[in-house]
């Protein structure tokens, strides 16, 4: 409503009146604003999201960038909702239709039926308030209120009760019961939630301290070391039954990501002060995608340097086919034998040759390399309505509509390369495709083997975000640890474990369980013990 000097009125009390008509409309324009701003930060984030999942993006430029914006977005509903007066909107269960697209800001929470609850009744007593006369109970309205139960130390006395027989004197006393680390007062429940903090949460163990501290148990960090590995030193049996159990398998999925190691010999030198880069190799098998019957699990490998002896030493009892990048230590994997077949056949990745494309587009716009995108992407739009499916019928589908998508899309990438520089980026990416044909259209021919590398890419993932709290593991022993660390917890995952509840039972049971019958402890055969238990009652 704003007025022309010349226009406004004389009247003083006219004029507050209108000052504050101002004042209340730009209050609304700046919650409007502010809502606004907080409706693109979370559309920029979903077109990053979008863009992952569109292009098969996982450099860690852009992983950086969902998180700095994940990151100001939650500053800034945190600062609207400071500033928001009134009463607060959790949102509907399920978003309607007709806003199904929009991107989801709230969204009421919701909690598991196993979750306990604790009912609270507000009775207004039996007589009537105004009258006295006898109140019944016609109904009751019901709501709920979320809290939390803070975690606690708790010290376990175990008393073993000394007797004497009266006829004979003998001493009668229970035996003492086996610890997860033999003399340590640590229990199952308190080392399996060090174990997940440090290498699932990516706690490190002063913070550790710090929270323990806190809760009233002043647990040195020589000691939360000392206890971690231990532990690991407990666990170790059934790692190597993990390892063994997924490296045998016939189809593997491999990656691998850079750490950053101390090194006392390079204090002076080398990268940065007195760290080196080591890597970190990820191994895979998930059949889920085409109903397979082994279950999921990972095995994490660490290496001082990416020299390929260290894979060849991973692999070297490993058959049958390895999905993978093209890192060159590979290459002796597929060799032929003397019998002229290869130990390993290799699967290429579509969604690597996919993002040269896509990192090309970004930077000129290049209608070839669009076109490219589109046709690679029409091979996924086939895989999408594939997954889960018998391996016979993916490979079904395939040779039915994606072989002549593939054939179609080699044939049109020859003629690309005739009218492009040679030496372009774009050209680089055309020949990467063009040399791996073979390993690119194995998926064709085998309703197993998957398009794309991701469920290896996905098993690091872990490792980029421990990057960013522990920064570089204390030794070569320490990465070692580490890898070892994840194999159990992220196999766990994979079969749809709590990490947490999971080692805590292992922790608590191995000792005692018979070592032949070992087996039943893996992740993907693993029975809790109060079940366990129960059933055999």
Not at 116 to 144: A, I, W
Not at 320 to 344: F, H, T
Not at 422 to 432: E, H, N, P, V
Request: hydrophobic letters at 40%; proline letters at 6%; glycine letters at 6%.
């Amino acid at each position: 409503m704003p007025e022309h000097a010349e226009n406004l009125p004389d009247d003083p009390a006219v004029l507050k009146a209108m000052i504050a008509a101002l004042q209340a409309e730009n209050a609304k324009i700046s919650a409007t604003l502010r809502v606004h701003d907080q409706l693109v930060q979370a559309l920029r984030l979903r077109i990053a999201k979008l863009q992952k999942l569109a292009f098969g993006k996982s450099s860690e430029k852009i992983e950086r960038e969902i998180e700095q914006l994940e990151l100001a977005l939650e500053d800034l509903l945190v600062a609207v909702a400071e500033e928001d007066d009134a009463p607060i909107n959790e949102g509907q269960d399920e978003p309607s239709p007709e806003a199904a697209d929009a991107p989801a800001l709230r969204r009421r929470p919701r909690v598991s039926d196993t979750t306990p609850r604790e009912r609270r009744e507000l009775d207004p007593g039996t007589c009537c308030p105004d009258c006295g006369g006898d109140l019944r109970v016609v109904g009751e309205d019901v709501s709920e209120l979320l809290d939390m139960i803070a975690a606690q130390m708790k010290v376990i006395q175990i008393a073993r009760i000394k007797k004497s027989c009266r006829r004979c004197e003998k001493m009668v006393q229970e035996p003492a019961p086996s610890r997860p680390i033999p003399g340590s007062m640590a229990g199952p429940n308190l080392l399996a939630h060090i174990l997940v903090s440090k290498f699932d949460d990516h706690l490190p163990l002063y913070r550790q301290h710090e929270i323990f501290e806190r809760m009233g148990a002043d647990i040195p960090e020589s000691t939360l070391v000392g206890w971690c590995g231990r532990s690991m030193k407990t666990l170790s049996p059934l790692i190597e039954r993990i390892e063994a159990d997924i490296m045998g398998s016939d189809l593997l999925h491999a990656d691998d990501t850079p750490i950053r190691v101390l090194d006392r010999s390079k204090r002076d030198k080398g990268l940065g002060k007195g760290v080196k880069q080591g890597r970190i190799w990820a191994y895979v098998r998930d059949q889920r995608p085409w109903a397979g019957a082994s279950p999921p699990g990972a095995v994490y490998r660490f290496a001082p340097n990416w020299k390929e002896e260290h894979v060849l030493s991973h692999l070297a009892n490993a058959r049958g086919i390895l999905q993978a990048d093209g890192y060159k230590g590979y290459a002796k994997l597929y060799a032929s034998e003397p019998d002229g077949k290869p130990r390993l056949r290799e699967a290429a990745c579509w969604a690597h040759l996919r993002r040269d494309f896509h990192d090309f587009w970004t930077s000129t716009k290049s209608e070839i390399a669009r076109e490219a995108l589109d046709r690679i992407g029409k091979f996924y739009d086939i895989e999408r309505d594939i997954n889960g499916q018998p391996a016979d019928v993916r490979h079904a589908t395939r040779q039915k509509l994606t072989q002549p998508k593939v054939a179609a899309f080699f044939a049109w990438s020859e003629k690309q390369l005739l009218r492009i520089p040679g030496k372009s980026d774009l050209a680089k990416a055309f020949r990467y495709g063009l040399a791996r044909q073979e390993a690119l259209s194995l998926f064709l021919s085998d309703g197993r083997v998957a398009i794309d590398n991701n469920p290896a890419e996905r098993a690091l993932r872990p490792i980029g975000i421990g990057r960013k709290n522990w920064l570089f593991a204390g030794a070569d022993t320490g990465a070692e640890t580490l890898a070892r660390a994840m194999t159990v917890i992220e196999t766990a995952k994979l079969n749809g474990l709590d990490p947490l509840a999971y080692l805590a039972d292992i922790l608590d049971r191995i000792h005692d369980h018979k070592i032949n019958r070992l087996d039943e402890l893996l992740p993907w055969n693993w029975v809790p013990l109060d079940t366990a238990h129960s059933q055999a009652t």
